[in-house]
């Protein structure tokens, strides 16, 4: 038999050997007339040995059509995946940067333009609170911009870390001072055992303390301060230290004001029968507040969950949904936070005095139970 003439054997993915073709296995006596079976076949079994090279080549075709089209059907959830996560992660990093934006030019609009004629709180409060929310603003914009949640490796881990976490402390301490601005404004608490407590000292100290002790333990997180888990998951045991303060500050800070909600309500409900509308703004300064400290304890919610039901905390993975919604969620939270504070500080003195006489003749003042009200009532 001519070599021409047999069959040509083509490998499975569709490319031809000529030495393998040219090898068959033949009986004893090689006639015509006798089976001619190829001694190696890669995936095609010859069964008539008079086929044309053509309907061979055929039949590799079709099956190299089928590998490519099994190999395009397993790829596709994986595009589809990627996509799906180019577009939350867009989502993620745009929506907050803009947001932020948007609340520190407001900040800084609310800081030039302050009147302290008109506004509820003091010069000395606006300001400074105003200035912590540009700085948180200002801290969370580079972090997204540059390199969020530091997923390229491109700032040390250390930096990072202080990058993600003091934001945070920031929040925390204004909102501790929107507390104390009310509670002294509303409560005498000359007379009382923990009125040492109700002072601006005791922010100044508490916020200063927690403040360079997380940043102390995030500077001093090094390779022997991380162990790995059974599953070759990290731990950082410093960064996992400040986690624990702040989410104890969240819910001494949100359930002391949930506490205290009830008895600034009643004050106010027995003060303001001598206005009409003399405590409408700081009913809705404390109603605003108490939305606040509800965000941070849900904040601090989420922080618990990130610790024990996130695999790797430590670092944003790619196609970790699990990570990316808790991670989304926290930043909606900072934003609205620092839209609340921003609203309740940014309030203004609305007063309509009724004109209670009393019997001299004298009229009883505006807002003469409130320190602020000297100074920015009209």
Known sequence: MNNLDR??????????????????STKINDSRKEDIMPATTVGFELKDPEMSTERYHNLANVNSDKKVLKQDKGTEPIQRSAANWSFAWNVHIYLATIMFTILAVYSIFKIICYSKFTHLFTQYYFIILHLILVLVCLMRIFYMCYDPYNINNSLPNSLSDILLHIPEIFLSIAFACTILFLLNNSINFKNTCCSFLVRPRTIIVGGGIHLLSCLTLHIFENSNTIYKTSQGVEKRVLGLTCQIIFIIACL???????YVYKALKSVL?????????????????????????????LMAALQIFGIFGIKNPVSMMKFDWLQWGNQFSLRLIEISIVALISWVISLKV???????????????PGMGLFACGAGSSN
């Open 7 to 24: 069959p040509l054997i083509v490998d499975q993915d569709g490319e031809t050997n000529t030495r393998r073709n040219l090898q068959y």
């Open 252 to 258: 001494i800070l949100g359930l002391c004001y949930v």
């Open 269 to 297: 409900q027995k003060k303001s029968h001598t206005f009409i509308n003399g405590f409408q703004n700081l009913y809705q300064a404390i109603h605003i507040n108490l939305a606040t400290a509800l965000l941070f304890v």
């Open 350 to 364: 609305n007063i309509v005095a009724v004109p209670h006489e009393k019997a001299d003749g004298h009229k009883i």
